[in-house]
């Protein structure tokens, strides 16, 4: 369904792929019908979009009745899928400089990343502090969003090896909701830390992906896989449409930079957070 064998590099300083016409635009305009069809979101996070979250009893009955997000959602949630876009990676990032330490063994296909509000205290108690042997499973939601959408620059989850985004609808540039690519304005060789909400002028932008129907971008969750999304503006009544997803481990990722590990740190929090909105960084392992 999904052609991932379109898949380009894109020079920035982690991995990222592009496919255009991934989709083609019979079977974007019917995911598009079917989530507006939906009867209820489980969310509205960042300013405007709405989510149906995979793990949701909502998110059950939408796939049930949708045919081509069932169909969508089924071809992601594999193991044999998930091994395909890690060896696309490899094969196109021979000299990656990045890696994951323990690859996961087993892939759960009902496994999926808790969306209940926690304080930190709570999201290392679930996180454990054991990251040998991890699993691995997909995150997916479907989305819409209306005026006012927009993401700061970040980092995604600790728990995160790769993420993905398939745009269902063509955005003008002039109204926003593209997808931000930065990086450290310092290029330096070693880092300390990588925090996961970097300020801004910390920054530079690289590139900007504007939404075309049917496109798909693949990125490795590296710590420095910087980006975010432009304030949408609708234009009479156009809402942004699109697809969210990640392949996850069941324990935080120990990434490597060539000889170095860094190890993930969650900031002391007494505040019940999303596990998307914790400030949880990652710290050079000075002992190794």
């Given at each position: 369904m999904l052609k991932i064998k379109k898949l380009k590099k894109i020079k920035t300083r982690f991995?990222?792929?592009?496919?255009?016409?991934?989709l083609n635009s019979k079977q974007c305009?019917?995911?598009i019908n079917e989530i507006k069809n939906s009867s209820s979101f489980d969310?509205?996070?960042m300013g405007g979009r709405s989510r149906i979250?995979?793990?949701s009893k909502n998110f059950k009955r939408y796939i049930k009745k949708s045919k081509i997000s069932k169909k969508l959602f089924t071809t992601f949630n594999n193991p044999f899928f998930f091994k395909k876009i890690q060896s696309i990676f490899k094969k196109n990032?021979?000299?990656?400089?990045w890696s994951n330490t323990y690859d996961p063994k087993k892939f759960i296909k009902n496994k999926f990343t808790n969306k209940k509000l926690m304080n930190s205290s709570e999201l290392k108690k679930m996180y454990g502090?054991?990251?040998r042997n991890p699993s691995v499973n997909l995150d997916i939601d479907f989305s819409v969003s209306k005026s006012g959408y927009r993401l700061k620059p970040h980092r995604d989850d600790i728990t995160r090896l790769y993420n993905f985004l398939i745009y269902l609808n063509d955005i003008p540039k002039k109204?926003?909701?593209?997808?931000?690519?930065?990086q450290k304005k310092k290029n330096t060789k070693i880092r300390s830390r990588f925090r996961r909400f970097p300020k801004i002028s910390e920054l530079a932008l690289c590139k900007e992906f504007t939404p075309k129907q049917g496109s798909v971008i693949f990125f490795q969750s590296t710590p420095n896989s910087y980006h975010g999304v432009k304030r949408f503006k609708e234009h009479k009544g156009q809402k942004r449409f699109f697809i969210y997803g990640s392949y996850a481990l069941s324990a935080p990722v120990l990434w490597k930079y060539k000889n170095v590990t860094y190890l993930p740190f969650i900031k002391?929090?007494?505040?019940?957070?999303?596990?998307?909105?914790?400030d949880s960084n990652y710290i050079l392992n000075k002992s190794a």
């Open positions: 991995p990222v792929m592009l496919a255009e016409k991934a305009e019917d995911l969310d509205m996070i979250n995979k793990g990032y021979k000299d990656l400089t502090n054991k990251y109204n926003g909701g593209s997808l931000t690519i930065y002391p929090t007494s505040k019940k957070l999303l596990t998307s909105s914790h």
